[in-house]
C-alpha cells in the first residue's frame, strides 16, 4: 500500500510539473535574503555587487565612492513609482561612479530611477532590461556622464538634463531623451523614441527609431512639408523645418543621419507657431498658447493643453484630446476617437459647392451664392467663377465637453441681377448642390462683357484720330 502511494504521489507531482511548464507559468526571481534600509556609500569605498542581491531601500553613493554592479541581478523591493533608486550626488575628491556590467536591475514592475548629479558618472555595459519588471530609468544632470554599451534594455530610458551628456551605441532602448543644455550621442542603436528638449544637442546616426522621433520647440516658428516615415540620410530640425526662434524661446539641435524614422512628431510650448503640410505624423502636441495651423496630412494623436489654438484643412486624425481653454477649427477634416476637456471647443466645418446654372444648363459666371444661418444672419458670400461655381466654408457644429451644438440649415441662394433661387442645406459633410435661375438664358454676350467692349471701343475711336493727326503734322 505504501509502495503504491508513493508511486501514485511522484506520478502527481510530474503531471503538476509537466502542466507548469505547458501553461507557461512565468518565473519569478526568489531572493533569499534582502538589505533592509539605504546602503550609503562615501569617501572612496568600493562596493562590489555580483550574483544576487535584494534591497528594501535605495542605493546612495556620494564623494567618490563607487558602486559595480558585475554578472549581478539586483531586486529593488519597491510597491510603487519610484520608491527606491540609485543616487549618485556631492562629489568630493573625485566623483560618485556607478560601474555596470552584464546585470539586471528589477523593480517589481514600477519605474525606478537611476540618477546622477554634480559631475557622478555611469559606465553601462550590457544593461539587461528586457521584462516590465526592469524599467530602469537612467538621469544624468548637472554636468554628469553617462555611456551605454552593448545593452538589451527595451524597458530602459536614457535622459539628460543641465549640461550633462550622454552617448548610446550599440543598444535597444525604449527611448533616450536630450534637455536643458545637454549633449546626446546615439549610434548604431535600436530606439522606440527619441526625443529633443528645449537647447539640447542630439545626434543620431546608423540606427533604428522604431516609434517616433519628436523635438519640442518654445517661443519659436517652424514650417513642415511633404514629411512622412522613411529612411533618411541627413535630416536636421532647425534646417529642415526651417525653425526661427523669437529672443525669449528656445530650439533643440536635432540631426539624424542614415537612420530609419517610423515616426515623426512635433511638440509646441510657449507661443510656438508650426505649418504642416503633406505629412504623415505620429503625433503633434501643442500648449501654452501656441498655434498650429496643418493641412493636407494624417496625424496619429493630435494633442492642444493650455489655450493652444489649431486650424486643420482636409487631414485626417486618429486620435483627438483637448485640454483646458483650447480651441481647434476642423475644415473637411476627421478624426477616430475624440475627447474634450474643461473648456475646450471643437469648430467642424465643410465644404458647399455650389453649382449656378441658367434655365438651359449653362454655367452663370459672376452670380453671387449666399448662405445664411437659421436666424436669417449671412454666413459667406462668394461669385461664381467662370465655370458657375462658388466653394462656401459652413460650420456644421460646436462640439465642448457638455456635447455637439448642430447649426442646422443653412439658406442658400443664388443671384444674378433680377433673377435668383434659393435652397436649403444641413452641412453634415461636405455637400454639393445645383441652383437654377428659371426664365433666364445667360446672353450670348453677358451685359459685363458687352460693357468691356463698349469701352473698349469707345477707347480707340478716341486714340486713332489723335495719332492720324500727329503723323501728318509729322509730315
Not at 461669385?383 to 439658406?411: C, Q, V
Request: net charge negative; hydrophobic share 40%.
Amino acid at each position: 500500500m505504501r509502495k503504491f502511494l508513493f508511486i501514485f504521489l511522484v506520478t502527481f507531482l510530474l503531471v503538476a510539473f509537466a502542466s507548469v511548464h505547458e501553461g507557461n507559468i512565468p518565473v519569478v526571481k526568489a531572493f533569499l535574503s534582502v538589505y533592509q534600509g539605504d546602503l550609503i556609500l562615501g569617501d572612496n569605498d568600493v562596493y562590489v555587487i555580483e550574483g544576487e542581491f535584494s534591497i528594501n531601500g535605495s542605493i546612495i553613493v556620494e564623494e567618490n565612492a563607487t558602486l559595480v554592479l558585475r554578472n549581478a541581478m539586483v531586486n529593488f523591493t519597491q510597491k510603487y513609482n519610484n520608491q527606491f533608486g540609485m543616487i549618485f550626488q556631492n562629489p568630493a575628491n573625485g566623483n560618485p561612479r556607478l560601474l555596470l556590467e552584464n546585470s539586471t536591475i528589477y523593480a517589481g514592475r514600477y519605474d525606478l530611477r537611476i540618477k546622477l548629479y554634480g559631475n557622478s558618472s555611469a559606465t553601462v555595459n550590457e544593461l539587461i532590461a528586457e521584462t516590465p519588471e526592469e524599467r530602469v530609468r537612467l538621469f544624468a544632470s548637472d554636468f554628469s556622464v553617462i555611456s551605454v554599451l552593448d545593452s538589451n534594455a527595451r524597458y530602459g530610458h536614457v535622459i539628460a538634463f543641465g549640461n550633462s551628456s550622454i552617448n548610446v551605441s550599440n543598444s535597444l532602448l525604449f527611448n533616450v531623451y536630450g534637455d536643458y543644455d545637454s549633449s546626446v550621442i546615439v549610434s548604431n542603436c535600436s530606439l522606440f523614441y527619441v526625443y529633443a528638449h528645449r537647447k539640447s544637442d542630439v545626434y543620431v546616426s546608423n540606427s533604428t527609431i522604431d516609434v517616433a522621433v519628436k523635438p519640442f520647440v518654445d517661443s519659436a516658428n517652424f514650417s513642415v512639408k511633404e514629411l512622412d516615415p522613411r529612411y533618411v540620410k541627413y535630416w536636421s530640425y532647425q534646417t529642415n523645418c526651417s525653425v526661427s526662434v523669437a529672443s525669449e524661446g528656445w530650439s533643440p539641435n536635432l540631426v539624424l543621419t542614415d537612420t530609419h524614422v517610423n515616426g515623426w512628431a512635433f511638440g509646441l510650448h510657449g507661443t510656438a507657431n508650426a505649418t504642416i503640410s503633406d505629412c504623415k505624423l505620429h503625433s503633434l502636441e501643442v500648449s501654452h498658447s501656441s498655434t498650429l495651423s496643418v493641412s493636407n496630412s494624417a496625424i496619429g494623436v493630435l494633442s492642444f493643453f493650455v489655450s493652444s489654438r489649431g486650424d486643420l484643412y482636409n487631414t485626417t486624425i486618429q486620435n483627438l484630446k483637448l485640454y483646458a481653454d483650447s480651441k481647434l477649427w476642423l475644415l473637411n477634416s476627421t478624426y477616430t476617437t475624440c475627447t474634450i476637456n474643461h473648456q475646450s471647443k471643437i469648430y467642424v466645418s465643410w465644404y458647399l459647392n455650389a453649382h449656378v446654372i441658367d434655365s438651359i444648363g449653362q454655367d452663370v459666371p459672376s452670380a453671387n451664392v449666399t448662405a445664411t444661418y437659421p436666424n436669417t444672419t449671412m454666413a459667406e458670400s462668394r461669385l461664381t467663377d467662370a465655370s458657375g461655381w462658388a466653394r462656401l466654408t459652413l460650420m456644421e457644429k460646436m462640439m465642448n465637453a457638455t456635447g455637439e451644438y448642430p447649426i442646422g440649415n443653412y439658406t442658400v441662394e443664388a443671384a444674378y441681377e433680377p433673377y435668383s433661387n434659393s435652397t436649403t442645406v444641413n452641412m453634415t459633410d461636405n455637400q454639393m448642390i445645383t441652383l437654377m435661375l428659371s426664365d433666364f438664358v445667360i446672353p450670348e454676350f453677358p451685359s459685363f462683357l458687352i460693357l468691356s467692349i463698349f469701352m473698349i471701343v469707345t477707347l480707340l475711336v478716341a486714340i486713332l484720330p489723335r495719332k492720324r493727326l500727329g503723323n501728318n503734322n509729322f509730315a
